[in-house]
């Protein structure tokens, strides 16, 4: 099993989350964080003039799905958050060695399965 | 000059001004989190830009002598020969200055209102160059159509305390050609979910609205005697009567939801104004019961089945709670409680007509300049954001802000 | 009538009103996030239902001809013959619905107050239904004994400015009622940590709890005078004193806190409440910090000893502030400051005894005919949520809303 | 005595009495989340405390009888003979504890304004400790020379309808010297960006400062009349002019903020503050836009090349604001307006002069107090929190407090 | 060392928290999120009708430890976190090269010993 | 390529990114959340009375870097985040099998590089 983490774009968030549904992966886990990347950052207003700010907020998508579902998963990902601007986020591709689902305590590729 | 009355008359102008930033905030915490600050500028904006074009010119459009019914003429432009003495024609037992002051509260407030059909999507500029023009050409001539000394709704005996047309029905009916005309949010057609970001928010700009519309319709008595206090207990009631009606309307359908009592509370508000210094005390039950019943349903059919994205629902709030307090005062108005209005209970069934030729006439008006102002301001300097803009949120693209800030 | 007189009343009434979302603010801030709307609602539901049941039966019963000293009758069913005149026997100088509008905002806070005490965990049903029958057995009824002509503890010669029994003791001995038969909130015998989820909102709540309680107090003199000015300096200075007061004790024990200040100010409010307008301003810094001192001890040994879930502690900051308060007026009450009152301090030692005579009655009747309600109401249609709705939170159970929505 | 007078003026003291927490919110909502509780609380201790003072002894050195025109005697200590019957002296048409009372809220504002400068750092020990010592050697010596009967800058003829120089000057030069002596936030030399944690609170806090400050202006009448409506609406006109004016010079750099337009219009409300009764109200344009202009450069100046760390701007905001405002009053003043001045427009230039040497020696006065009471409590309890404790927010350190509980 | 990544319902976190403090097992970290799994949302009111939530608000506790600490934990999360609704959550297991505390220097299992 | 995930003071934030943009290290993506660790928790306020909070607010940050860029972050963050007291934080590392940017679809630690 593989974890995806994907930080983009706030305002992606419901595109990404349709187009992954289509695919028929609905299980996923959405934070709100900052980040700094080639973006560097933004100036804001002060009350007169302007400031830096360098981390700007993204939200990261955490997916947990087996091997083969991975690759379309991250190609569906990389198209639908996509505005071609510095900014658009990265995605990280990280071992998982287990997973267990609390309710039924079923483990392994089984309980991450759509259905 | 009465001093007693002057007292209640500035007390209720500061009143009425803070329902403006109440509005920013009943507003503010309905839309999306990255469209809360560039809603609460839209009512902070206009506050500071009515207040001074009133002074400029927007009192003698609306209250100035008269020019065949229609509009006040430019003689008190900038205020010339408006004083601290009382005027001769308004509220004589009042400085005319506080006066200018009660009604400049009125212009500016209504002005805000139709901003929540608009939320979200509209260029600031648009925005600001919308409601200089708006206010100019829409709510200068109807206020001087019903409250103008002359003007040709007041001739016919409309009756009005505090903002029933004027207001409400011209606010609501004017958001929705802007609406019309705007179009709606990315993502609004898809069903996109957009979720209210801040329902505390919600409920404190409803609680400044209540504790403001007592300046708005007891301050409309301009005295302070029995019709205010008459004024001032219809609002509560009614304000009251209409919460609970729509808390009772969505628990009957799932759950009584916060959001849903304050939206009715000020439906409630809205339906008493114009028949505040009117109606018994008892009417102000079925006014705001009714009033709720009205726009919960509006409300609905609005959001499910008419595809418009009239966004925070001003037209199903204040145009029909509008409508309906007008008419309203046409049924239960009676000179047991002013002298100077029967209605039907009355046995005066004329006086329903009125008000629905007065309805009829602002709608009229108010819709058709509104829709050729958007269309006018579409096709030269553009209404709307671009696409990019919308999606990252006006906060950060319109105005360069965050609404909360660090880590 | 005067016009001043009336132009005070009618902005101390706009001024009590914002009282109650204050209180929601107030409380609101204090509860666990996930309770922050359901909090908000009880007040804001409060506020719309009393309101309507104020002018149907509530004022007549509290105010209306009175019946044995008890309670009034009907007569003035649905306001009846309350007009826009001034009454014969209430604040003589201000048409009677203004009276009727002020006394509306006392009923309608003072049924908010004990919300506090049962936050997180009650059924919003049952909220609503203790809260329409304590309204109509508990409040009316005890109005009327100590404001209402022919009441017998005004008779007797309790002095209560502004409700120290009526308001105050009344509300916070019935909080311990409700709590005790509601039981205590899950995870509270364990030790679980309940944060405040919103410490601004708590100072919101106070700031504008202050300030709503200018008209509280300084309106209860009814008329614009000397008697109002000093009711509103000494309002202010017991706050003052006890927030400032509370602040040390916070600082001697560790730090000096903002929620403690915020409290404070509160606790000094309700102490002076019946007493503003007959004790000398000087004596409102005892008064204030005195009730503090009471108040804090009371709070630290609720949570630490009794085991009582009194949640929000209305009883430790209104029922004991209250007692405080009522006690304070016997003694510190001088006809230097109101010819119709003097207290210890003038002599009379006898005062303090119709206090204590006034508190006990109060203390009495308020908290078994509470415990009776709430006893009734859980037998039949149960007082708490499930488990697993308090688990997940009243925001999401009862209301189906969320607080801050979006991602 | 008037009762609507007192109505006016009992309201007014309430408004003003508001202030101080809507500063509260507007100052905490510009500082980083870590520092927003203890933002708050300065503002709130600071009410408490000079509430107290205020009764105890402030009133009496700023108002009561004359010593050399240089501060009142300690006749009126714990307000002896100060009571219901208006003062023969001030505000004779009310009752003299309303006039302490509007007073006291006056005091208790201009101490909170300067702790704008000192945030995220303080020790709040010292901020309380230097609090009441300014409170006493400053502000009510500088009250009493220009409000206090017989005080110089009175006899001299100085203009101040409600405190620009008193209030807004004076508030902003201590400002600037406590600065000084306090030195930067840690951080600050680097230019470690700082990030506004909540700008809705400032917006908050804009509106209600908008609000109270009606009673601030309109309430200086002392009377309702047509006094009072002038200062109403040439109040909201240049809060509004300027609030506007600064969007606009915000756009042309960038854009229009929220935070931009709610600090303008603070501007606007101080700098018309010495003039609103005694101006024309189209003179309110001009003294709003300009103050706007003034203090938006001096504001990008002073962060940019000034090094000062004052941290909320109040320098600019209220020094500059208040000076620009008291030199307006000397410019625009007219016996068209108020009978008792005339200023350049009226071809009296010594009235500017007059109001040059008033600006001149509050500043001069005023820094060099609050420079050497800085001094001395850094010598003695020292002023700054640690750094450990800068570094984890005073909410934490000085308080115990976190702002938002819960996981 | 492992990871735990466990997303449980937030009203469950103090369960949770004490059922591994009784094991001693101390640090974690804690993180708000929003999740969607087989739970699919919940309805909420708007002013009149209502709306869909797809995301529900979950907490994301975070716990590394050593290998053999690793099945203990899992089982008592499993139980504290239960109530047997859909919602429950998921648990995660991602292995960790190394860990460092930052104010000692150490690292490795050492470090994240119980004392 | 490994993933640093950094538990810190929230007030050591600006000092870490400091301190590791001087290595040339821009990307990074930061968490607001909630630890227990051997900091016991704090004691905060109650109106009378205190009360005993277990979790206080820490920053995680989140590199995802090539594997010999590792120590030197590393040992960066360690001094930078450091007061000596408990409650510094702790730091893991975790295995990436893969990275990708959005924008350019590049992949592996191309696209992690720094520019
Ligand atoms: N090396 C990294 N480690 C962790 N997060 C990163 C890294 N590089 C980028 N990010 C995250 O990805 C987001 C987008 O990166 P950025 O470089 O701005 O995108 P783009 O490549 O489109 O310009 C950043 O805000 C940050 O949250
Ligand atoms: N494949 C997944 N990847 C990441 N997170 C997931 C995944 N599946 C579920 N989750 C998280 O777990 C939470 C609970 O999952 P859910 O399926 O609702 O539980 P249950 O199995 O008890 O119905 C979700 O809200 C989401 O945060
Ligand atoms: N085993 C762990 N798993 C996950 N996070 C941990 C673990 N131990 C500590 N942490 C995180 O690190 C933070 C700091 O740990 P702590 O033990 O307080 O530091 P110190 O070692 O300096 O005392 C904690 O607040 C928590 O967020």
């Known amino acids: 099993m593989k974890k995806i983490e994907a930080i983009i774009r706030p305002e992606k968030l419901a595109n990404v989350k349709d187009a992954l549904g289509s695919l028929g992966i609905l299980g996923m886990t959405v934070t709100h964080v900052s980040g700094r990347g080639r973006q560097k950052g ?74 | 000059m009465n001093s007693g009355d002057t007292a209640w008359l500035l007390t209720a102008s500061a009143l009425v001004l803070l329902m403006t930033p109440a509005l ?60 601290q003495q009382p005027s001769p024609i308004y509220a004589s037992t009042v400085p005319h200055l506080a006066f200018v002051a009660f009604q400049a509260t009125f ?12 939320v979200e999507r509209i260029k600031f500029g648009a925005l600001l160059a919308f409601a200089a023009l708006w206010f100019t050409l829409v709510y200068c001539p109807i206020a001087h159509w019903v409250w103008g000394s002359g003007g040709w709704l007041a001739q016919l005996g409309t009756l009005d305390f505090a903002g029933g047309t004027v207001v409400h029905v011209n606010a609501g009916i004017s958001a929705l050609a802007l609406a019309l005309v ?13 979720e209210p970001n801040n329902i505390p928010y919600v409920v404190l700009g409803a609680a400044l609205l209540w504790f403001g519309w007592f300046g708005f319709n007891a301050g409309s008595a301009l005295t302070a005697g029995g019709l205010a206090a008459n004024a001032f207990i219809t609002t509560n009631t009614s304000a009251a009567a209409a919460g609970f009606t729509w808390m009772i309307l969505g628990w009957i359908h799932r759950r009584p939801s916060v959001l849903g009592a304050a939206t009715g509370a000020v439906v409630g508000l809205v339906a008493i104004t114009p028949a505040a210094g009117y109606v018994p005390v008892w009417a102000a039950i079925p006014i705001g019961a009714i009033g709720s019943v009205i726009s919960y349903y509006m409300m609905v059919w609005r959001a499910k089945s008419s595809g418009v994205d009239e966004s925070l629902d001003v037209f199903a709030c204040h145009g029909m709670g509008g409508t309906w307090g007008a008419l309203a005062t046409g049924i239960f108005a009676t000179t047991a409680v002013n002298a100077s209005a029967s209605g039907l209970i009355d046995g005066n069934w004329k006086q329903v007509l009125i008000q629905i030729a ?50």
């Open chain 1, 42 to 115: 933004i100036a804001l207003q002060w009350r007169a003039g302007e400031y830096r700010v360098d981390f700007l907020p993204k939200v990261k998508i955490e997916i947990v799905l087996a091997d083969e579902e991975c690759q379309a998963a991250l190609d569906t990902i990389c198209v639908s958050a996509r505005t071609g601007r510095e900014g658009d986020g990265m995605i990280f591709v990280v071992p998982v060695e287990n997973a267990i689902r609390v309710r039924t305590q079923d483990n392994g590729e089984l309980c991450i399965a759509a259905k």
């Open chain 2, 24 to 83: 920013a905030f009943f507003y503010g915490g309905m839309v999306r989190r990255k469209n809360l600050l560039s809603t609460i500028m839209m009512s902070f904006a206009i506050l500071c830009m009515v207040s001074v074009l009133w002074v400029l010119y927007g009192y003698t459009l609306a209250f100035g002598p008269d020019i065949k019914g229609l509009v006040g003429n430019l003689a008190w432009f900038g205020l010339a020969g408006v004083g």
């Open chain 2, 107 to 118: 212009a500016i407030i209504t002005v805000a209102l139709w901003t929540g059909a608009v």
């Open chain 2, 182 to 194: 705007l179009g709606p949010r990315m993502g609004f057609k898809d069903g996109e979910t957009m």
């Open chain 2, 358 to 407: 007065a309805i009829a006439a602002t709608m009229a008006y108010a819709f058709v300049v509104s829709w050729l102002l958007a269309k006018a301001l579409k096709a030269t300097m553009g209404l709307r954001v671009r696409e990019e803009e919308e999606s990252v949120g006006l906060d950060i693209s319109q105005h360069g802000e965050n609404a909360y800030g660090g880590i």
